[in-house]
């Protein structure tokens, strides 16, 4: 599956951005799709997740009650809405998916085999 990420950009603190990723090839029902981000000089980090299929959602603590995850399954794509933006929110967006992640792993790079190109937000103060 070949994921495309897209919806960054410059926006003032406190602003919203939604990111989308959009999966190629393949539906993402089965699928566990995630964003991570990676600010610069840091390492990738974990932002959400989300898998239908057993229907849970996962936030870090970082961005809970700021950012959700959603998808539509009809246009193979998930999102990113991301409100309250923060100067520290600052990073390229990667989206990440894979059918074999399992829940305790949900926020390890490693799990995910399919990643999309990164998307970068910028948030000014």
């Known amino acids: 599956v070949q994921l495309q990420a897209s919806g960054g950009g410059l926006v003032q603190a406190g602003g919203s951005l939604r990111l989308s990723c959009v999966a190629d090839?393949?539906?993402?029902?089965?699928?566990?799709v995630a964003w991570f981000r990676q600010a610069p000089g840091k390492e990738r980090t974990f932002v959400a997740a989300f898998k239908l299929a057993g229907d849970y959602t996962d936030i870090a603590e970082s961005v809970k009650g700021r950012f959700t995850i959603s998808r539509d399954n009809a246009k193979n794509t998930v999102y990113l809405q991301m409100n309250s933006l923060r100067p520290e929110d600052t990073a390229v967006y990667y989206c990440?998916?894979?059918?074999?992640?399992?829940?305790?792993?949900?926020?390890?790079?490693?799990?995910?085999?399919?990643w999309g190109q990164g998307t970068l937000v910028t948030v000014s103060s």
């Open positions: 090839g393949r539906t993402l029902r089965r699928y566990t």
């Open positions: 990440a998916a894979d059918p074999g992640v399992i829940r305790s792993n949900v926020a390890s790079q490693s799990a995910y085999a399919y």
